[in-house]
């Protein structure tokens, strides 16, 4: 029985006390966070870093700059579109994954990563018009096949979707619309979270 992996990503802007939401969803059994912001600096980044319990940085993958990933014992690294030409630089045994959109570009990163995200799998949440781009037969195709690295469906993921995902032959899946918002509180991103995870549980009894 395969279990499936649950993956957060950090909402893209800054939240207000999202180093305790963090932290909470961290305690609360969140196995691993994203922590992604396109708009924002290094700087910015390592603020936030540096509000995340030292005890959860095995559980955290930041967006693109290397140099934190050698300051401080995180996961690993997420490489963007802008990036990507840089997976094979060794990482010191830390994890690396990337963004892809199809199953080409997944077979020319797969040997350097330890998981991928495919997207968009279902309609996004957070990105409005962003449509799901996959036939389903086609992925069901696809993922029953040795794989070389492990992919993680991304795009619309609502606690309702993972047990679909899991069907298609996803090894996980990463969420962000369905978690956050740009008026989330503590209380609301916990719940929310609490039913993603309770919905893994389910799912990996499958």
């Known amino acids: 029985m395969r279990n499936m992996h649950l993956i957060a990503i950090t909402h893209p802007e800054e939240l207000k006390n999202e180093s305790e939401i963090i932290n909470t969803l961290f305690s609360e059994g969140l196995p691993c966070l994203h922590l992604r912001k396109p708009g924002a600096n ?3 980044i390592e603020l936030l870093l540096e509000k995340i319990d030292k005890r959860f940085y095995n559980r955290v993958m930041i967006n693109d700059y290397l140099q ?7 996961r690993g690294i997420h490489f963007s579109g802008q990036t990507k030409h840089l997976l094979p630089v060794p990482l010191n ?3 690396k994954s990337c963004s892809c959109h199809s199953f080409n570009e997944i077979g020319k990163v797969a040997k350097y990563c330890n998981y991928v995200f495919l997207s968009p799998v279902f309609n996004s949440i957070s990105k409005k018009g962003y449509k799901a781009a996959f036939n389903f037969d086609d992925l069901v195709k696809k993922l029953s096949h040795e794989n070389m690295t492990k992919i993680i469906a991304l795009g619309g993921i609502l606690p309702d979707k993972i047990a679909k995902a899991k069907q ?3 090894d996980g899946v990463a969420v962000l619309g ?3 918002d740009e008026t989330s509180t503590l209380e609301k991103v916990v719940s929310n979270f609490k039913r993603y995870k309770k919905q893994m549980e389910i799912c990996d009894l499958m």
């Open 93 to 95: 045994g830390l994890a």
């Open 168 to 170: 298609l032959g996803f």
């Open 68 to 74: 934190l990933a050698e300051r401080y014992n995180i």
């Open 42 to 44: 290094i700087n910015k």
């Open 178 to 180: 369905g978690l956050w």
